[in-house]
């Protein structure tokens, strides 16, 4: 299975980090989105989209990229994000990037959120919310995440 991961990470690297340990348990490389052609995803089994989250949404670099990429044969993708805030269960935060991928060929088979640290205002003014995240148990929720995408022994990829 060929893999790669699209990942905006500007404020804290909270995502990129989430990237990072999900790109090592796919054997994939976590790249920016100015770094790879958008027509060169159909040549990718597996395509992962991530960035924090501001004011309830993907950042515009990764919005824009998504919009960029031709539309091609269907094809295996996952969204994730970091946020300093939950993300609340009636707009979910990855709704409007699975929205972004489904018309452009891709199957988003899930989604993953972790919390990261957060010094968007008013945040701010406090010092921060979760200066510690994302910590060990989020990365190690991300692995198990990112194993589960890989295609089981036997299986077609």
């Keep these: 299975m060929k893999a790669v991961i699209?990942?905006?990470?500007v404020s804290h690297g909270n995502t990129r980090r989430i990237a990072e340990v999900m790109g090592r348990a796919l054997a994939a490389p976590v790249i920016e989105p100015e770094q790879l052609d958008p027509a060169e995803l159909?040549?990718?089994d597996l395509v992962g989209f991530g960035s924090g989250i501001f004011t309830g949404?993907?950042?515009p670099r990764l919005r824009g990229f998504v919009r960029s990429i031709p539309p091609a044969a269907p094809r295996r993708a996952f969204v994730f994000a970091t946020s300093g805030l939950p993300e609340p269960r009636f707009r979910p935060f990855?709704?409007?990037l699975v929205r972004l991928l489904e018309p452009k060929g891709f199957e988003v088979v899930d989604t993953f959120t972790a919390r990261g640290y957060d010094t968007w205002l008013p945040f701010r003014l406090v010092g921060g919310i979760n200066r510690h995240r994302p910590d060990?148990?989020?990365l190690a929720a991300a692995q198990v995440f990112a194993e589960g995408l890989r295609p089981r022994p036997g299986a077609a990829s």
């Excluded at 699209?6 to 990470?9: D, E, L, Q």
């Design 94 to 96: 990855t709704r409007s």
């Design 57 to 59: 949404t993907f950042h």
């Design 136 to 138: 060990a148990d989020d």
């Design 6 to 9: 699209v990942c905006v990470s």
């Design 42 to 44: 159909a040549a990718y």
